[in-house]
Protein backbone atom coordinates (compact mmCIF):
# COMPACT_ATOMS: atom_id res chain seq x y z
CA UNK A 1 0.00 0.00 0.00
CA UNK A 2 1.40 3.22 -0.98
CA UNK A 3 -0.22 6.92 -0.77
CA UNK A 4 2.33 10.08 -2.21
CA UNK A 5 1.82 13.31 -2.17
CA UNK A 6 3.36 15.81 -4.61
CA UNK A 7 2.32 19.93 -5.12
CA UNK A 8 3.56 21.02 -2.20
CA UNK A 9 6.53 23.70 -2.16
CA UNK A 10 7.34 27.78 -1.53
CA UNK A 11 3.98 29.69 -2.02
CA UNK A 12 3.39 33.59 -1.47
CA UNK A 13 0.33 34.24 1.07
CA UNK A 14 -2.92 34.95 -1.58
CA UNK A 15 -1.81 32.63 -4.15
CA UNK A 16 -2.86 28.92 -5.16
CA UNK A 17 -1.65 25.46 -5.06
CA UNK A 18 -2.72 22.33 -5.81
CA UNK A 19 -1.59 18.54 -3.48
CA UNK A 20 -1.53 15.56 -5.79
CA UNK A 21 -1.82 12.31 -3.60
CA UNK A 22 -1.41 9.00 -6.02
CA UNK A 23 -2.43 5.93 -4.40
CA UNK A 24 -1.88 2.21 -5.20
CA UNK A 25 -1.65 -1.24 -3.85
CA UNK A 26 -5.12 -0.92 -2.57
CA UNK A 27 -8.73 -1.21 -4.04
CA UNK A 28 -8.76 3.01 -4.39
CA UNK A 29 -12.40 3.73 -5.03
CA UNK A 30 -13.38 1.39 -2.18
CA UNK A 31 -11.93 3.43 0.27
CA UNK A 32 -13.09 7.42 1.33
CA UNK A 33 -9.49 9.55 1.71
CA UNK A 34 -8.97 12.59 3.32
CA UNK A 35 -6.17 15.61 3.88
CA UNK A 36 -4.52 16.11 7.13
CA UNK A 37 -2.15 18.85 8.01
CA UNK A 38 0.37 19.06 10.79
CA UNK A 39 2.38 22.32 11.58
CA UNK A 40 5.68 22.93 13.79
CA UNK A 41 4.93 22.25 17.24
CA UNK A 42 0.96 21.40 16.68
CA UNK A 43 -0.90 18.23 16.11
CA UNK A 44 -1.84 16.83 13.44
CA UNK A 45 -5.59 18.59 11.88
CA UNK A 46 -7.93 17.88 9.77
CA UNK A 47 -8.72 19.46 6.42
CA UNK A 48 -10.99 17.94 4.24
CA UNK A 49 -12.89 14.52 3.56
CA UNK A 50 -14.00 13.15 0.24
CA UNK A 51 -16.92 10.08 0.32
CA UNK A 52 -15.07 7.17 -2.74
CA UNK A 53 -17.20 8.34 -5.49
CA UNK A 54 -16.50 12.16 -4.53
CA UNK A 55 -20.32 12.81 -3.85
CA UNK A 56 -19.92 13.84 -0.32
CA UNK A 57 -16.97 15.78 1.23
CA UNK A 58 -16.39 17.08 4.56
CA UNK A 59 -13.77 20.21 5.11
CA UNK A 60 -12.50 21.77 8.52
CA UNK A 61 -14.63 25.27 8.99
CA UNK A 62 -11.75 27.63 8.63
CA UNK A 63 -10.91 25.99 4.84
CA UNK A 64 -14.59 26.20 3.78
CA UNK A 65 -14.50 28.24 0.28
CA UNK A 66 -10.55 28.39 0.32
CA UNK A 67 -9.58 24.45 -0.21
CA UNK A 68 -10.92 22.34 -2.46
CA UNK A 69 -10.83 18.19 -2.03
CA UNK A 70 -11.61 16.06 -5.27
CA UNK A 71 -10.22 12.46 -6.65
CA UNK A 72 -10.09 10.99 -10.06
CA UNK A 73 -10.65 7.59 -9.32
CA UNK A 74 -9.42 6.33 -12.80
CA UNK A 75 -6.02 7.69 -11.74
CA UNK A 76 -6.45 6.64 -7.99
CA UNK A 77 -5.39 10.35 -7.45
CA UNK A 78 -6.58 12.61 -4.49
CA UNK A 79 -6.07 16.27 -4.79
CA UNK A 80 -6.52 19.08 -2.71
CA UNK A 81 -6.82 22.59 -4.27
CA UNK A 82 -5.69 25.33 -1.78
CA UNK A 83 -6.13 28.92 -2.69
CA UNK A 84 -5.91 32.30 -1.19
CA UNK A 85 -3.29 30.59 1.18
CA UNK A 86 -2.38 32.12 3.89
CA UNK A 87 1.29 31.87 6.08
CA UNK A 88 -0.77 29.73 9.22
CA UNK A 89 -1.62 27.26 6.22
CA UNK A 90 2.04 26.06 6.35
CA UNK A 91 2.34 22.95 7.58
CA UNK A 92 3.30 19.03 5.86
CA UNK A 93 0.18 18.05 4.45
CA UNK A 94 -0.98 14.47 4.48
CA UNK A 95 -3.27 12.04 2.39
CA UNK A 96 -5.08 8.92 4.28
CA UNK A 97 -7.39 6.65 3.22
CA UNK A 98 -10.57 4.86 5.09
CA UNK A 99 -12.17 1.92 3.66
CA UNK A 100 -15.69 2.72 3.68
CA UNK A 101 -17.65 0.88 0.51
CA UNK A 102 -20.92 2.13 2.03
CA UNK A 103 -19.98 5.36 0.21
CA UNK A 104 -19.92 7.78 3.37
CA UNK A 105 -17.73 9.95 3.97
CA UNK A 106 -14.54 9.76 6.52
CA UNK A 107 -14.56 11.67 9.73
CA UNK A 108 -12.31 14.17 11.15
CA UNK A 109 -10.23 12.26 13.49
CA UNK A 110 -6.58 10.62 12.18
CA UNK A 111 -7.26 7.30 14.36
CA UNK A 112 -10.13 6.59 11.46
CA UNK A 113 -7.76 6.00 8.39
CA UNK A 114 -5.99 3.32 7.74
CA UNK A 115 -3.02 4.10 5.32
CA UNK A 116 -1.02 7.19 5.28
CA UNK A 117 1.20 9.06 3.13
CA UNK A 118 4.61 10.19 4.17
CA UNK A 119 3.51 14.22 3.65
CA UNK A 120 4.37 16.94 1.68
CA UNK A 121 5.42 20.25 2.76
CA UNK A 122 3.63 23.94 2.04
CA UNK A 123 5.48 26.48 2.94
CA UNK A 124 3.36 29.72 2.69
CA UNK A 125 5.25 33.14 2.71
CA UNK A 126 4.11 37.22 3.09
Known amino acids: VQLVESGGGLVQAGGSVRLSCAAS????????IAWFRQAPGKEREFVAA????????RYRDSMKGRFTISRDNAKNTLYLQMNSVKPEDTAVYYC????????????????????WGQGTQVTVYS
Open 96 to 115: AADYRPDGTVGGSQANEYDY
Open 25 to 32: GFKFDDHA
Open 50 to 57: ISRSGAFK
